[in-house]
């Protein structure tokens, strides 16, 4: 097979505890640029996740049910060689702020070190969720705010539940 005829399989890594609107614009707009588009899910307990790298995958299947060239997976290798098993090499980030940029470009730097085959690709937020993340997500539901704009309604009773559970 040459490479032309190879489908262009693109991984989009990250906690996504729990993902939110800003994840999904992202996920979106590259599934429109690949073939299929993994979402990976890092299972990563160095982070202290609130939902368990299941509950997250389950959330996202359940968010992206309606794009059929969107998979949903875990991962707990390094990113590299997780990407080889799946036969990707592009891997996708959002970008929001220059502080993101830095970061996200000293990762891209070592997973090209690490294997010169893998692209980055970043893509820019939609301005509309330039100020989101995961952490303020769950910083306004653990008050008992409501995150309606910014999740799922799915997420937003997944996260009811857990900080109900909690108290
Ligand atoms: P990580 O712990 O790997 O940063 P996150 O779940 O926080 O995992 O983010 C995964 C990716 O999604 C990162 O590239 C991050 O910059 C991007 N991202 C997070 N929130 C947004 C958003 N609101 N708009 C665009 N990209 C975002």
Known sequence: MTNECKPRIAVYPGSFDPVTLGHLDII????????????????????????????????????????PNVEVDGFRDLLVNYMDKKEAHVIVRGIRTVTDFEYEMQLASTNQKLNERIETIFMMTNPKYSYLSSSMVKEIARFGGAVGEFVTPEVEQALRRKYSDMN
């Open 28 to 67: 979106r707009r590259s599934a429109k640029q690949f073939d299929k588009v993994i979402v990976a899910v890092l299972n990563n307990l160095s982070k202290n996740p609130l939902f368990t790298v299941e509950e997250k995958k389950e959330l996202l299947r359940t968010a992206t049910a309606d794009i």
